[in-house]
């Protein structure tokens, strides 16, 4: 079972990436996934999570409006787009699974089993 970050960077203020958590030795299709991050000092935060059958979707306040969830399980992959990022965005970008998707409870990271390594995202001028 492995998670793959990518697509991280370093970008403007106001400019965009997509991130892709990439799953090998297991099929995504019936895992919720989470994106967190973690910027220096500060503890993990949930950003977003996509459920596994209905494919809703949750988000940080801090967020909301410029950030987009989606998932692709014909490839196994799910897609965080990030627009209009800020500087307060910087941060390295994790995502990570569960079988079992609270609503209320998404942005716990004890709540999920397995992560990836994590990608760096830099928002800088």
């Known amino acids: 079972v492995q998670l793959v970050e990518s697509g991280g960077g370093l970008v403007q203020p106001g400019g965009s990436l997509r991130l892709s958590c990439a799953a090998s030795?297991?099929?995504?299709?019936?895992?919720?996934i989470g994106w967190f991050r973690q910027a220096p000092g500060k503890e993990r935060e949930g950003v977003s999570c996509?459920?596994?059958?209905?494919?809703?979707?949750y988000y940080v306040d801090s967020v909301k409006g410029r950030f987009t969830i989606s998932r692709d399980n014909a490839k196994n992959t799910v897609y965080l787009q990030m627009n209009s990022l800020k500087p307060e965005d910087t941060a390295v970008y994790y995502c990570?699974?569960?079988?079992?998707?609270?609503?209320?409870?998404?942005?716990?990271?004890?709540?999920?089993?397995?992560w990836g390594q994590g990608t760096q995202v830099t928002v800088s001028s």
């Open positions: 030795g297991f099929t995504l299709d019936y895992y919720a």
């Open positions: 990570a699974t569960t079988p079992h998707l609270d609503g209320s409870s998404w942005y716990i990271t004890t709540e999920y089993d397995y």
């Open positions: 996509i459920s596994s059958v209905r494919g809703s979707t």
